[in-house]
Nanobody, 121 residues
Framework: QVQLVDTGGGLVQAGGSLRVSCAAS????????MGWSRQAPGKEREFVAA????????YYAESVKGRFTISRDNAKNTVYLQMNGLKPEDTAVYYC??????????????WGQGTQVTVSS
């Protein structure tokens, strides 16, 4: 089992920056890829970013590429999502995930409780 606790959400103006964090626990954490997904009001949950176990490879949704950066500190069992150049359309609940790759796609298996990010125009 993997437990994930998301923190760091908040209110920020358009163009601003915010970093959300995820503390992971469980004996298999180091074996998992990690990622972030988000769900905006009235929309389906969508993939945002993912990072491999080693942290060497990262993957991003087109909508956030060049603005968001995912990273992980395996010594601290923590994954981060640095969000720069935020836009009102980035407003959503952000969920940390742990999972692995299946057929070339990141497949979340565990989910955090979510943290709200609101971007004002």
């Amino acid at each position: 089992q993997v437990q994930l606790v998301d923190t760091g959400g908040g209110l920020v103006q358009a163009g601003g920056s915010l970093r959300v964090s995820c503390a992971a626990s469980g004996r298999t954490v180091s074996r998992n890829g990690m990622g972030w997904s988000r769900q905006a009001p009235g929309k389906e949950r969508e993939f945002v970013a993912a990072i491999t176990r080693s942290g060497i490879s990262t993957y991003y949704a087109e909508s956030v590429k060049g603005r968001f950066t995912i990273s992980r500190d395996n010594a601290k069992n923590t994954v981060y999502l640095q969000m720069n150049g935020l836009k009102p359309e980035d407003t959503a609940v952000y969920y940390c995930t742990a999972g692995n790759w299946e057929n070339g796609n990141y497949a979340p298996r565990y989910w955090g409780q979510g943290t709200q990010v609101t971007v004002s125009s």
